[in-house]
């Protein structure tokens, strides 16, 4: 029904070119666009009556006309109709001489009118490409110069959708064939894919709550933190500089000396610290990975504002600071790993929710005893994992 379809327009459009044919003007007075218009309408009769011979000579026409100010044909135009001829001697010595100075120099010309020329070329080749392959194979051509116009051919029609493959295809006709005549218009045409490595840098940010144990559980209340993580990545190890930031208030009094740190007021508890882990798990959609390292904790009041009264000289008595070994098994889920070129960077790069639990050895209690505890914690973050390119 589609070739019906398309042969009933065929014919509708011949003879509406043919009716337009008898009322042109005489050559001898058509401007420069007029003759490229007429030729085109022409060579568009003799594609859909599929006669190679007189499309030829109108492809001639075209390239007379053309000069450093009008365009007949588009380079794309032309090479595919060289396909439909199978005139390869012809593209390829086109080809070998055409890299990015000339398709500048094609851009900045005044284009054909617009007509369906393109389409009807596109559309033809589309529907027969297979037979255009088997004419490649079996051409007069040498092994390089079939590769060559199979790539070809698909670029032109916009067959190489996918853009890794197609960089890495262009990447193996680079290294079989180093001193071919074509590589100016194969670096031209492919993708810049970047390639990861074996190394990335990620971030991730989010919320954590945590679960006190000991004394400590007695004189906080459960606390509610800020939570982040800095990482590098290579081999499947992970190196880790993390911390959390909260201030949960005092469940009771605090005694240092004779000085009291009365129940209910604020705090800033916050803690730094370095991890080792490695990777146990890592696939398309999930990484897992157990982790150790060390930790600082700093427990005080929180610094008033500029508007709030300063506290009591005393409250420097209540500054903590302790070293605490640490444990904890993250997992990475994967939602955007699709979305990497958006970020320009190497496929592998995701991002998604970061699932953290963990425990901080507390040493707060050599301080002063109603500290003595550690803390058990779950964090959800947001996470953002870029492989660095090679």
């Keep these: 029904m ?27 007075s058509d401007s420069t666009p007029e003759k490229i218009a007429v ?11 599929d006669d190679p011979a007189a499309a030829g000579l109108w492809i001639d026409s075209l390239a007379r006309l053309e000069d450093e100010q009008y365009a007949g044909l588009i380079w794309d135009e032309r090479w595919m109709l060289y396909f439909w001829t199978e005139s390869y001697g012809t593209l390829l010595e086109e080809v070998s001489r055409f890299d990015a100075n000339q398709r500048a120099l094609q851009a900045w010309k005044i284009q054909p009118p617009k007509d369906s020329l393109f389409e009807w070329i596109d559309l033809y ?10 004419s490649i194979q079996s051409a007069f051509l040498n092994e390089e110069e079939k590769a060559f116009s ?13 853009e890794e493959e197609w960089a890495d295809r262009l990447q193996a006709f680079e290294k079989h064939y180093p001193s071919s005549r074509f590589l100016a218009f194969v670096r031209n045409i492919k993708p810049a894919i970047l390639k ?36 590098y990545w290579t081999k499947r190890w992970n190196f880790t500089f993390d911390g959390f930031l909260g201030g949960p208030s005092l469940t009771r009094d605090l005694m240092v000396d004779n000085d009291v740190w009365p129940k209910d007021d604020p705090t800033s508890f916050f803690t730094l610290g370095l991890g080792l882990g490695y990777d146990i798990v890592n696939t398309s959609k999930l990484r897992i990975f157990p982790s150790v390292g060390g930790g600082v904790g ?3 009041p929180p610094t008033p504002g500029e508007d709030e009264e300063p506290l009591p000289d005393y409250y420097n008595n209540f500054n903590f600071n302790e070293f605490h070994l640490t444990a904890s098994l993250t997992t990475d889920i994967k939602l955007f790993t699709k979305n990497y070129r958006d970020w320009n960077t ?3 790069s995701y991002h998604g929710i ?34 660095l390119a090679k």
């Design 125 to 134: 080749l589309n529907e027969n490409r297979y037979d255009v392959f088997t």
């Design 354 to 387: 970061r699932l953290n639990f963990g425990w901080n050895g507390l040493n707060f209690g050599k301080q002063n005893p109603d500290l003595t505890g550690e803390v058990f914690f779950f964090a959800v973050n947001y996470n953002f994992f870029a492989y």
């Design 196 to 231: 990861p490595s074996n190394k990335a840098i990620g971030i991730s940010g989010g919320l954590l709550v945590g679960n006190w144990r000991g004394d400590i559980e007695r004189t906080l209340a459960t606390p509610y933190a800020f939570d982040f993580d800095l990482y």
């Design 346 to 348: 190497p496929k592998g």
């Design 298 to 300: 700093f427990l005080r």
């Design 2 to 28: 589609k070739r019906i379809s398309i042969l009933l327009i065929s014919n509708f459009l011949l003879a509406l070119l043919s009716a337009q044919t008898d009322s042109l003007p005489s050559p001898l």
């Design 150 to 162: 199979a790539l070809l051919f698909e670029y032109l029609l916009r067959l190489n959708t996918d």
């Design 39 to 49: 030729s085109r309408r022409e060579l568009l009769a003799s594609f859909l009556m």
